[in-house]
């Protein structure tokens, strides 16, 4: 038996997230900030993508993966009665996700991402491709935290979900602006 070589594979992820990752890892360095991220939608991939950037422990602290209302309630600290109030993809549920991040870390900014890749789940008030987000940064007050919901379209469950791991690390950038708060 021959040892076969193992292929090198410098990254996993499709190299626009790679790429959008890095600047959010530079960018946050640059300026001293420590990040975190609460997923729901994207499973994980956020936090996938910061981590494909070497060094990038220098910046990025936690991903919380609450995929499940339970885990949106036990791990990121979302209210019961929030979740049943107005659903897990919802204005109300990303912003307590966001603080619950930074309530559970030390970090100095958090983003969450809740919504419905698909290709079930949607409904004609929150249909396929409905994705809210939310940051939170450190001492600023809860009324500071910007919450908004995007509508992707049917972009396919992959499409959704890149387009939302893009999103969020776009939010998760030092002069990210978002639309409205809560």
Request: proline content about 5%; overall charge negative.
């Amino acid at each position: 038996m021959t040892d076969t070589p193992h292929p090198v594979i410098e990254f996993l992820l499709p190299p626009e997230l790679v790429e959008k990752a890095r600047a959010v890892i530079e960018a946050n360095r640059a300026v001293g900030r420590r990040i975190a991220v609460t997923e729901s939608c994207t499973g994980g991939l956020v936090g996938a993508a910061l981590t494909e950037i070497p060094g990038s422990s220098d910046v990025f602290e936690a991903s919380l993966v609450t995929y499940g209302n339970d885990a949106k309630v036990k791990l990121a600290g979302v209210a019961l009665d929030v979740v049943e109030t107005f659903g897990a993809v919802s204005i109300a549920t990303a912003w307590a996700m966001a603080q619950g991040a930074l309530a559970r870390t030390e970090v100095d900014v958090a983003v969450a991402i809740t919504g419905i890749a698909g290709p079930e789940g949607g409904s004609e008030k929150k249909p396929v491709g409905t994705v809210v987000f939310a940051r939170a940064e450190r001492d600023a007050s809860p009324d500071k935290i910007k919450a908004e919901r995007r509508e992707f379209g049917n972009l396919g469950r992959g499409g959704i979900r890149l387009q939302a791991a893009l999103c969020a690390l776009e939010l998760l950038m030092p002069d990210a602006a978002m639309s409205r708060a809560p």
